[in-house]
């Protein structure tokens, strides 16, 4: 596995999370065990993982790609299929 591989991967796995943390943080101004909770309760934690996925993943995808790093753009792929894997298993738990 190359380095940029790898780099692309990572930054699709935390990219995402960190997206999901501002906008309970930030934008909602809750406690994240609170929203978690109620997210869990309304059964929209899949929906709110599957957009914080879409929207910093795409984004971070074309930048490589405009920026011609195609490996790191192939470990975003990666990791949103990973995330796609994580939330199908989710939401038929």
């Given amino acids: 596995m190359s380095k940029n591989l790898l780099q692309g991967f990572s930054l699709g796995i935390i990219a995402p999370l960190l997206l999901l943390l501002f906008y309970i943080t930030f934008i909602l101004n809750k406690d994240i065990d609170t929203v978690l909770e109620v997210f869990n ?50 939401k038929f738990l």
Avoid at 59 to 75: P, Q, T, V, Y
């Fill in 41 to 90: 309760k309304t059964n929209t934690i899949t929906h709110h993982i599957s957009l914080s996925v879409f929207f910093i993943n795409i984004l971070i995808f074309f930048l490589f790609i405009k920026i011609n790093k195609d490996e790191s753009a192939k470990g975003v792929v990666g990791a949103t299929f990973l995330y796609t894997f994580f939330v199908i298993y989710l």
